[in-house]
C-alpha cells in the first residue's frame, strides 16, 4: 500500500514536472557518415527553416504528426558550425542544443561534426590545459571586468617556470567567451602543445567591446589593465619576444592599432580577417611614416590571414599593401573561406605553430 | 582625394557589416527605480509577449514605427530572473542579451537588478576567486567530461594551506555552468568570504545528468572519479569532516543519495527542493532502516531546503518526515517562493555560512 502510494505520487510529481516543458528531443544529431538531423518542436508553426554555415541557402524542415518538425543534412565537412532555425518569420538557437555562439546581438547554436581521425580543435586525449573566468579592475575604465585565461596542461603556478603570453581577441559583436566556446582556442593550444607544434603558453581573452570607445579605450585598457593584471597574477616573461597579441575582424584591426603602435610590447602580431574601417586605423596609419628598419627588427612575426570569399578581402589586401609600402615586413596567410568561425579556427592553429620559437 | 576614397570605402565596408544585421537594441534596460524595458525588433511578428520569473502572466510587447517592440516593467525586487520572448508562438532569448540561462531543454536569458545595497550574489568590491573549467577523465563513463571548479581570493596553490570542498549539483535539464551562471555561486562565495562570513572553500560544480542512468551512474561518477581528481589535484582536506554535498532540485535527490549513503565521506549534506521520485531514492530509503545514533554523530550539518510555493513542497514535507521517523536529525529550511533559481541562491548563501564551521 505504501509502495503503491509512492508510485502514485511518483507520477504525479513526475506529471507536475514534465508538464510544463516540450518533448525531449535530440537536436542536433550528428551520423557517423557526417550527415546531420536537426530536430525543432512546434505544434504551431506554419514554416520551419534550418539555417547552418554549412548550408548555401536555408533547408525546410518537416513536420512530423507529433509535432516534431526535422531536416537530415546530407554529411558535411568536419568542422565546428554556427546555426539557427528560422520559425515563421523569428531566428532563434536551437533550444534542445546547450552549446551557444557567444554573442551580444545574436543567438545561434553551434555543431561539432567530429573528423574521421580528431581534427586539431577536437577533444582529444591528451593533458589539458584549463580556462580560468576572471575578474579583473579596469582603472581605464573605473569599473570591473571579465577575462577568460587559459593556462597549459600541467602549468607550473610557484613560478619557477615562466610562461610567454598570448592576447587573443574576439570579433565585433562577440564575448570574451568566443574563442573557447567557437574557436575552441583551449583544444587547439592543447593539442598543438602534446604534438610538440605549439609551445606552452598563456593566452589571455579579454573583452574586447569597450564602450563608447571600443578603438582608443580598448588599447589603454590592454596596456594599462589587462597586461599588468596578468604579469602580477601569472608566471610570465614580460619581455616583447614573449608577448604576442592576435584578434579576428574588429579584434583584428584592434591587433593592428595595440600591436603596431606598441612594438616594443609585442614581438608576434597576427591579425585575421581585420575591420580596419575605424578612425583609429586611419590616424594611426594614414599618415603613418613608420621607422621601418627599427620596426621590422623589433617584430619576430607580423601576419594578416584572410579568406578569399570573406567580405573583407580586398579590404585585407589594401592593409597588405599599406603595410608593405611603408617597408613593413607582413606575411599574408591567405587561404579559402570566408569571414567565419571555422576560418578563425585555421588561423589560430597556424599562428600557434609560430609564436615564441 | 585619398582621404575622400578612405571614408568611401568605410561606408562600403559599415553598410556591408550592418546589412546583415538587425538594429542595435539595449534590452534588458534596467532603470534606476528597478523598473525594467525590455525590447525587441521584429517587423513581421504579430504578437509579442514577454515572459519572465518576475511575473505572474506575461506581458503584451508594443511596435514602435521601427519594428522595435518594447515593454516596461514596473519596478522589480531586486534579484536574477529568467525570461524569454513569445514571438507568435515562438518562445527564444532575448537576440541582444549575452546572459543567457544555461540549460538544455531551453534557451531563456537572465536579467540581473541590482538592489539598493550590494546583494549577496552581486559583483562587489571585493577580493575575486576564479572559475576554472576543468577536463577530467571519467573512469565510470569512459568518457572525458567537463566540470567547474571555484577556488576562493587568493587561492594558494602550492599545497602549504588545504582547503575544504563542497561539491554543489545543477538542477535536472541544467548544466555544470548553472550554478555560476544563474547561480551566481562565485559571487556569493567572494561576498561571504570577504565578510568572514564564509570560510575560504573550493566548490566543484560537476555535469549530474548523467546518461542513461542519471541516478546510480552519477553516484559512482561522484566517488570514483570527481573526488579523486579533485583530491589529486588541488590542495584539499580529504577526510569527511571538510567535504560537503549540496544539489537543487534532480541535483537535490541526487545530494540525498550520495550524501546519505556515505555518511563517511560527507559530513554536510544539503539538499534543495529535492526531486526524489526516482528508483534510486526508493531503493536507497523506501525501507531504509539506519544506524541513525552513528550517523548523526558522522553529519555535522544535514539540511533540506524548500520553498513554500514549491511544486515539490508537499513531496519535501514527506522527505522530512521520512528521516525524521528514522532518526536522523535533519534542520529544515523553510522559506517563501517557488522552485527557482532566486531562491537556490538563498539556499546556497545560507549553506555557505554554516560550512566547515
Same mark, same amino acid.
Given at each position: ?26 537536436? *542536433?544529431?550528428? %551520423?557517423?557518415? %557526417? ?8 505544434? $504551431?508553426?506554419? =514554416?520551419?527553416?534550418?539555417?547552418? /554555415? ?7 524542415? /518537416? ?5 516534431? !518538425? ?20 523569428? /531566428?532563434?538557437?536551437? *533550444? ?79 564575448? /570574451? &567567451?568566443? !574563442? ?14 602534446? +604534438? ?16 563608447? +570607445? ?20 601569472? *608566471?610570465?616573461?614580460?619581455? $616583447? ?46 599618415? !603613418?611614416?613608420?621607422?621601418?628598419? =627599427?620596426?621590422?627588427?623589433?617584430? =619576430? ?7 578569399? &570569399? ?21 606575411? *599574408? ?5 570566408? %569571414?567565419? !568561425? ?10 600557434? +605553430?609560430?609564436?615564441?620559437?
Amino acid at each position: 500500500m505504501k509502495r503503491l502510494y509512492f508510485i502514485l505520487s511518483m507520477l504525479i510529481i513526475l506529471n507536475a514536472v514534465t508538464a510544463q516543458r516540450p518533448p525531449l528531443i535530440n537536436s *542536433p544529431e550528428v %551520423h557517423p557518415d %557526417h550527415s546531420i538531423t536537426f530536430r525543432y518542436f512546434s505544434r $504551431s508553426a506554419q =514554416k520551419v527553416t534550418l539555417r547552418g /554555415e554549412f548550408l548555401p541557402v536555408g533547408l525546410s524542415m /518537416e513536420k512530423d504528426t507529433s509535432g516534431v !518538425w526535422s531536416v537530415k543534412v546530407p554529411p558535411v565537412n568536419p568542422d565546428i558550425y554556427p546555426y539557427s532555425f528560422l520559425v515563421d518569420s523569428v /531566428e532563434l538557437a536551437d *533550444p534542445n542544443n546547450t552549446y551557444i555562439f557567444a554573442n551580444e546581438r545574436f543567438k545561434r547554436s553551434i555543431v561539432d561534426i567530429p573528423g574521421n581521425t580528431p581534427l586539431m580543435h577536437s577533444l582529444q586525449n591528451v593533458p589539458h590545459g584549463k580556462i580560468s573566468y576572471r575578474y579583473y579592475h579596469s582603472a581605464t575604465l573605473g569599473t570591473t571586468r571579465r577575462m577568460l585565461v587559459y593556462t597549459p596542461p600541467d602549468f607550473d603556478a610557484s613560478g619557477k617556470l615562466k610562461y610567454p603570453v598570448l592576447y587573443l581577441i574576439h570579433g565585433g559583436s562577440d564575448t /570574451e &567567451e568566443t !574563442w573557447t566556446r567557437v574557436g575552441n582556442a583551449h583544444l587547439i593550444a592543447d593539442n598543438l602543445i602534446a +604534438k610538440g607544434l605549439a609551445k606552452p603558453m598563456i593566452i589571455v581573452m579579454p573583452y574586447g567591446n569597450v564602450r563608447p +570607445k571600443p578603438m582608443s579605450d580598448f588599447t589603454k585598457e590592454v596596456m594599462n589593465d589587462i597586461i599588468p593584471f596578468i604579469d602580477a597574477n601569472y *608566471p610570465v616573461l614580460t619581455d $616583447s619576444r614573449n608577448r604576442a597579441i592576435a584578434g579576428f575582424s574588429v579584434g583584428g584591426g584592434q591587433t593592428l592599432n595595440i600591436g603596431l603602435t606598441n612594438t616594443d610590447q609585442f614581438s608576434y602580431i597576427c591579425s585575421y580577417a581585420p575591420f580596419t574601417a575605424t578612425e583609429e586605423f586611419q590616424r594611426n596609419f594614414s599618415s !603613418w611614416n613608420p621607422a621601418a628598419d =627599427k620596426i621590422n627588427s623589433q617584430l =619576430k612575426l607580423f601576419t594578416i590571414s584572410v579568406g578569399t &570569399e570573406d567580405f573583407l578581402y580586398e579590404s585585407v589586401k589594401k592593409n597588405l599593401a599599406l603595410f608593405e609600402e611603408r617597408g613593413i615586413r607582413v606575411k *599574408p596567410y591567405i587561404v579559402s573561406g570566408g %569571414h567565419t !568561425w571555422m576560418n578563425c579556427k585555421q588561423y589560430l592553429t597556424t599562428t600557434l +605553430k609560430e609564436l615564441f620559437k
